[in-house]
């Protein structure tokens, strides 16, 4: 007999209350969640999440990848409950306004909603458990242990990422939910169980759709309400293929492998586009086993995510652990960056920002998300990040300070740029014909620390934009820091002046030796 969890009621979506409800908010909370206090982290489901939004200040989730799949989850449900799956434009934007004045969800609407799909939000067992592939019983082999889902755990040939637990320890399901939508999107490519679907049969997977990538949604610190609404895309972001709009668990009847379906409105979009498909195994403890394997033979029709940066060239942009998220800010004010080889296009969430009251926009900030990892099962670090409010400039609200912070970005890569070089000169004279790879650790180490450094300085400009930013100082300190290794003898002294003057005057030329004839 499978285990019964219902993503509907059972808790499982991590989340802190707020600190500063007042006295009706309070009475509130406590017939909504007996017993729970003011600041408060608990776990809950997605009934009570959006019933108590307006009571709660944030998701509380600790790894990146499950919360970047999480939040696209909820902001399909939001658009459902909220009637903001459906246009025209101006229609959109006031029914948004209306949802923001309210302040609120509407227990009406959520019950609504959430009664309408009914056991299709069963984790285990059933029909159509929540977000698997029930036909995987029959068209998969043998069970993989639980670490397979989890993937902050060794498992196989893997190394463990985060979790020295056991391969074959259960996962708790509130846990099993939430590896189970980061596997949805950021799943590897490569080899998977074995699947013979019709006269088709393989084990070769593509990678998630949102693997490597980096993720940007609009965030209202202490707010999770707006953060919810506010995370919608618009309906000029919503592809424009003919169809039903429908998220897995609302279809009749389940996705064909051989032919991907594209998506034809928000909710598809967020929720449909899986190169993967799982099915869980209930057992003591949680799940016990699973099944993973390809759930789309080809490749998935071709999108635009709302949550990423595209570009002209490459594709979106991909997260690396040694860029600072700082560094692309621009890239989300502006509506498109114009770059030295290619063109950046701000992710298309943020299209509608200047539309929100002034009030509100003041408040927004980014919530940053993102797994430097490639297309294999090869993962280097996840990181998050949550900037102050900046969504105030827009470019189309604030085309000076967007262009302010554009010029500071740019002002501290330039100067990055020529500190790298002045390293690298310096170096090269003291250790002529060592092998590159011993430069580029000794002139890594210091670029790190000016982008740490720098990083203070620029938010300080971002908020005093009439400050002129000190990055060339900022550099000069790294510089002087990292020489020292190398003015043990008069010629290393003399190599780190001489480019040391070149990093604090860039337009410093030194003088030819005159003729002696």
Partial sequence: MPRSFSVVEDPWVPVRIRADLDVEESAELERLLPGTCRGERIRVGLRVLFKAAHLLADLDVSQPPVETMLRRLLAAVTARIAC????????WLDAR???LAAGRFTAERVDGYLDGCGDRWQLYGGVRPFLQDPRLAVECGEDAPPARLAMDRPSGNNAA??????QGEPIADAEAVLWLLVWHGLGPSGTAAVRSHGTVSGKICKAGVHRSLISYFPHAPEQLFVSLVVSVPSPAAWPAQE??????WEAETLSD??????PRGPVSLLTGRSAHAVLLVSGEGGTTGCRITWGALGELPAAVDPYVIERDKGGPLRASRDRSVWRDLDALLLKEQAGSKVRLRRPTVFDTIAELPAALQQGLGVRVLAWDQDKQDKNSQWYAATTPPVLQHVEESDPDGAAAIAAGRSQAEAVAYELGRALASAWHAVNTGRRSLDRAGFVGAAMAQFWERAEGEFWDVVHDTVRRPAFRRIALGCFDAAVVSLKGSVHGRDAAARARVRLAHPTFKRPRAKNPA
């Fill in 257 to 262: 492998p051989l032919v991907p379906a594209p």
């Fill in 97 to 99: 306004e209306d949802l």
């Fill in 243 to 248: 169809g039903e709009d429908l998220a897995p």
């Fill in 84 to 91: 903001l799956d459906r246009g025209p434009a101006e229609e």
């Fill in 161 to 166: 990422w985060s979790s020295t637990l056991p």
